[in-house]
């Protein structure tokens, strides 16, 4: 996916527990706006303009330029480990010890697959921000699961973190859903841990917390995800599976209950959702007053308006 889309929706990948959203660095946005001028939005220069570009979406500005903070980062460690699916209740009380106890600087994703013709799996996958001594301390439990199928555990550099999970990068139809999770109680073992993963392909669930839970006034449009996990359900977008895929969606948003709030990031809405879910209050309305001011003829279109 774009840098940009994903800056601008907020952004939250490997780096977020420890140094919040992509949005949250960004020191800089070069635009034209919606009269066509081209300009460079920073905190001082339009504050307003500036807040609402990192993480309120795409509604105000044709991007032409970032310019971000960097962090250095002198080591990396990280990868994927996979067993197969009758592992997946000793793997998810793992996944929930480690994540509860995790520093900032370790990141850890809980993956369920269920690929067509092949027996379903459950991963491991995960991101040390430092030595890699001290990553694999931090995980060792995961050696006690027996029957590993699959061991990608190694120093990387950060250009090969995207060799973590291995996602294909030639574009694929798909179906996803995300949401935010409250906890890891029943609702969410007997929806998500123990029900079979098909119709869908992967059921993920993220830890969060960190930096992406402490609030950042100065940090843009987002506001703290005090939420400790988010859920990914991602479907393949072929027509025979359209409505099962619609369908299962449904069934696990219904039967997680409080376990979900209906909020979501931005970059996990999906079409036919709305942007209102992923600000408070206070922050849509800023947004809105700020679109309509900055772009009232409705000349630069998001995916996800925040006018609705
Ligand atoms: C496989 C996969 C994994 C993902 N993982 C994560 C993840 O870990 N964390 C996360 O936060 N998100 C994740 N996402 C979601 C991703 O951040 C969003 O889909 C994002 O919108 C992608 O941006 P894009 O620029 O590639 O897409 P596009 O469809 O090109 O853009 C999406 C929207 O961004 C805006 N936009 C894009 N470029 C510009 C521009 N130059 N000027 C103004 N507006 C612009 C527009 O509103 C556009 O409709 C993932 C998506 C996929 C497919």
């Known amino acids: 996916m774009g840098v940009t889309g994903y800056t601008l929706g907020g952004g939250f990948g490997w780096f977020a527990r420890k ?9 800089a946005v070069e635009i034209v706006d919606a009269s066509g001028r081209p300009q460079r939005v920073t905190a001082d220069s339009d504050p307003d303009l500036f807040w609402a570009l990192r993480g309120g979406g795409g509604d105000f500005a044709i991007v032409t330029g970032l310019e971000f903070e960097l962090f250095a ?3 990396l460690y990280g990868g994927r480990m996979m067993w197969p699916a009758d592992r997946t209740r000793e793997v998810f009380d793992l996944f929930t010890e480690i994540t509860t106890r995790a520093p900032a600087e370790l ?5 369920r697959y269920q690929i067509p013709g092949a027996a379903p799996t459950v991963a491991i996958d995960f991101a040390y921000l430092g030595d890699p001594a001290e ?4 995980t ?3 050696d006690t699961i027996d029957g590993i199928m699959a061991d990608t555990r190694g120093e990387l550099s950060p250009a090969e973190i995207g060799r973590i999970t291995a996602e294909p990068t030639d574009p694929s139809p798909s179906l996803s859903r995300g949401e935010l999770l409250t906890d890891l109680g029943d609702a969410v073992v007997k929806t998500l841990i123990d029900a079979p993963v098909a119709p869908l392909l992967n059921v993920q669930i993220r830890g969060l917390g960190g930096a992406l839970a402490q609030d950042r006034p100065d940090g843009g449009a987002r506001a703290a995800l005090t939420e400790p996990y988010a859920l990914y359900l991602l479907g393949l977008g072929l027509p025979d599976l359209l409505v099962a895929i619609g369908d299962r969606f449904e069934e696990i948003i219904g039967a997680l209950g409080a376990s979900i709030t209906g909020a979501k990031p931005y970059t996990f809405l999906a079409p036919g959702e709305s942007a209102a879910a992923a600000f408070d209050s206070d922050t849509l309305v800023r947004l809105q007053e700020i679109k309509r001011n900055r772009d009232p003829h409705n000349v630069i279109r998001a995916n996800f308006p925040v006018l609705g």
Not at 107 to 111: D, K
Not at 135 to 138: D, F, M
Request: charged letters at 20%.
């Open 19 to 27: 140094y919040g959203w992509a949005a949250n660095a960004v020191r």
């Open 107 to 111: 990141s850890v994703w809980l993956q």
């Open 140 to 142: 060792r439990r995961l």
């Open 135 to 138: 990553g694999r301390h931090l």
């Open 73 to 75: 980062l002198p080591r």
